[in-house]
């Protein structure tokens, strides 16, 4: 079955620095979604991309999609506190019914 | 956007009892799905949620252990049958606006004892 892969699980920034998540996956996907997790809460979902080689900006994160449409990358410039949580992606080959990656976990000392 | 109340937002069960969660979306949505997600982990699609029809679930989920219903575009249900400790986790909708755009219920935590 499709797998969707992401890395790091984990990773601890000072406030202020830079973080990207990467998002791969076995197989072509249709599109790719974005998600944030606080802890103890419910994804709140942020972004979803379509087009290859999309690039979509939301404030201080940068979204990609890779050219083949099976890679995707979320990049925080110059963190905050208030960006702390897990960090999801998400796709398939519908729309709507997708394979969640294992997440990365953002922490931030201030 | 869309505004979906999911309740319970947390049970403690007996096995072999059954459990119903349901989801209410407060405007017209696409599709709805139900995840579980075990704590600090992943989410794992059990099935969509068909409006009028049967689910479609996902590989290792059946209807029988977990049977879901969608009578109208905006209310869905969810069972856990006979439960067993093992399906102690946390259980959440999801929907899809007409925008793009994935929303989710805000989860049930369930502990089967």
């Known amino acids: 079955g499709q797998q969707v892969m992401q890395i790091p699980q984990y990773q601890h920034v000072q406030e202020g620095e830079d973080f990207t998540t990467y998002c791969n996956s076995s197989?072509?996907?249709?599109?790719i979604q974005w998600y944030k997790q606080r802890p103890g809460g419910h994804p709140v979902f942020l972004i979803q991309?379509?087009?290859?080689?999309e690039v979509k900006k939301q404030k201080r994160l940068t979204f990609q999609f890779g050219e083949a449409k099976k890679n995707s990358s979320l990049h925080i410039t110059a963190t905050q506190t208030t960006d702390v949580g897990t960090y999801f992606c998400?796709?398939?080959?519908?729309?709507?019914?997708?394979?969640f990656g294992d997440g990365t976990t953002l922490t931030v000392k201030p | 956007s869309a505004v979906i109340s999911q309740k319970p937002s947390r049970d403690i069960c007996q096995r072999g009892t059954s459990l119903t969660i349901q989801c209410q979306v407060d405007?017209?949505?696409?599709?709805m799905f139900w995840y579980r997600q075990q704590p600090g982990q992943s989410l794992t699609l059990i099935a969509t949620?068909?409006?009028?029809?049967?689910?479609?679930?996902e590989s290792g989920f059946v209807i029988d252990k977990f049977p879901i219903s969608r009578p109208n575009l905006t209310f869905s249900t969810l069972t856990v049958s006979n439960m067993s400790p093992e399906d102690s986790s946390i259980y959440l909708c999801?929907?899809?606006?007409?925008?793009?755009?994935?929303?989710f219920g805000q989860g049930t935590r369930l502990t089967v004892v």
């Open positions: 998400a796709g398939g080959p519908n729309a709507g019914k997708s394979t």
């Open positions: 405007s017209q949505v696409t599709m």
């Open positions: 949620a068909n409006q009028g029809s049967e689910a479609t679930y």
């Open positions: 991309l379509v087009k290859s080689g």
């Open positions: 999801s929907a899809w606006g007409v925008n793009t755009e994935a929303f």
């Open positions: 197989t072509t996907l249709s599109n």
